[in-house]
């Protein structure tokens, strides 16, 4: 009997523990999990506010802005609730820094990117909606991410570059200035008039609106070639028309050297029969 009744003194002394630490932890993990929810949901609607109002303003440094300023809040939000279950936050800090440390070994490269993408916003040397040509492509910078930068290609592909590459290579920002100059090259047989031939490409620069005045476009003879004699044409327009002046010009120059007896010759080889005898 004491036996039994001592098992039962043991059995209702573990009952009343449990019950107190129920008592006890219960509150703090049902406030955690609330403040873990709410916590969560004031995170995604702040950082969707500063979606909306930075991106009015600066575009380029939206996303990235936003994404780092998620991730950060997030990590002090369940710091926050470990402390209030009751785990220590030094060794959760501390742990959290160990962890850093060997991922960050392992992540070398996303670090690179990372710190790739704080220069490239910190430098600005493109920004959303610049017509750039970098690792090889050429389009228009869509967002620029915490660890990509995604431009759209004029040929409709998307593509997805590392900051890490984009912040230590060079690359060509044709959005910077609002004029650009096109260069064109045209040949002209030997016996043609050079002089005819420059007044008529000036002709057809003068008669194209989107052809600036000033600076003034430049004519002259670049080159003598194997089998024509080359006149450089350099006219200025706005960036947005320096494609379409480009090859409306390519059209226009030829029909008016067809129509004005000026030549545009193409290679050719003159071969002489010997006769062995």
Known sequence: MEELFGDSGKASELLDQGIAMVMTYAPKVVLAIVTLMIGLWLINRFVSVLDNKLGKKDPTLNKFLCGLVGAVLKILLLISVASMIGIATTSFVAIIGAAGLAVGFALQGSLANFAGGVLILI???????????????????????????IVDTFDNRRVVIPNGQLSNSSLTNMSVYETRRCDMTFGIGYNDDIDKAKAICKRLIEEDERA???????????????????????????????????????????KAFDAEGITIPYPQRSVHMINGD
């Not at 194997?226 to 409306?248: I, M, N, Q």
């Open 212 to 254: 600036l005045k000033d600076p003034e476009p430049m004519i002259v003879v670049g080159g003598l070639g194997e089998s024509s004699v080359d006149l450089k044409v350099r006219a200025w327009t706005s960036s947005g028309d320096l494609w379409p002046f480009y090859w409306d010009m390519q059209e226009r120059v030829k």
């Open 123 to 149: 430098f600005k040397p493109f920004k959303v909606g610049d017509a750039i040509e970098a690792q090889g492509f050429l389009g228009s910078v869509r967002e620029i991410t915490i660890l990509y930068t």
